[in-house]
């Protein structure tokens, strides 16, 4: 159980493009969704906290009208990097929860590359 | 102080080997950890939950010392396989929600 699916995993596309990644949690209806973004040799770094029905909590430095983030239910969350540019160049990854105290279930990660 | 610290390593441990990793957090209003293993160019994958009553999942046992604000993981008679980065997640519950990832402990296991 607990599967958490991310859609796509490849992106590569010009700059200037909108580019949104899906994330789904399958098994389960997910309280909480997060979006992470890892560069290479780096560690995971929060980017929103995602509420379902609510707007999203970003992290300090994380510009909001860059990184849209929708959670219209209790199983999608969307992410839309709008007018990325090749520094947004990431692997992006989300996860989601039951509850709080439960454990992050992660989705597969989306590789964004942007030319 | 970093709220969640953790060795970065690497640990270079021969198969079959018994390796230990420790975890500190800084917050006393922690309450539920985590230990997660990312491969390389991976998603993390939850390992297992951390309980103070310590817990063991086959070659794996977790322990929390809530005193001394450490959580740790043993994988005994280790494997190829079990070369990745492991990352302890701590979740802090004040005024926010709030989930902290340390930067994770690199192991190589050697043949």
């Known amino acids: 159980g607990a599967v958490v699916s991310q859609h796509p995993s490849w992106v590569i596309c010009k700059s200037g493009t909108s580019v949104k990644i899906e994330c789904r949690s ?7 969704m997060f979006w992470y973004r890892q560069f ?17 909590t970003y992290e300090q430095g994380v510009e909001k009208d860059k990184f ?9 969350s969307t992410l839309t990097v709008t007018s990325a540019h090749p520094e947004d ?12 105290n439960q454990p992050q279930h992660f989705g597969d990660g989306t590789r964004l590359s942007i030319l | 102080r970093k709220e969640v610290e953790q060795d970065p390593g690497p640990f270079n441990v021969p198969e079959g080997a018994t390796v230990a990793f420790n975890c500190t957090y800084s917050n006393s ?41 450490y959580i740790s993981l043993l994988i005994r008679d280790s494997k190829l ?25 690199r192991l190589h296991i050697l043949p």
């Open chain 1, 26 to 32: 399958l098994d389960f209806q997910a309280t909480t």
């Open chain 1, 40 to 56: 290479p040799k780096q560690s995971l770094m929060l980017m929103a906290t995602s509420n379902e029905g609510s707007k999203a």
């Open chain 1, 68 to 76: 849209l983030i929708n959670h219209a239910s209790l199983t999608l």
């Open chain 1, 89 to 100: 160049s990431s692997f992006y990854i989300c996860s989601a929860r039951v509850g709080i």
């Open chain 2, 29 to 69: 209003a922690s309450q539920s950890f985590f230990w997660y293993r990312q491969d390389c160019r991976k998603e993390p994958k939850l390992l297992m939950s951390v309980y103070s009553s310590g817990n063991e999942d086959g070659r794996f046992t977790a322990q929390l010392n809530r005193a001394s604000q």
């Open chain 2, 81 to 105: 396989s079990d070369s990745a980065t492991y990352l302890c997640v701590v979740n802090i519950k004040n005024r926010d929600d709030k989930i902290i990832f340390g930067k994770g402990t």
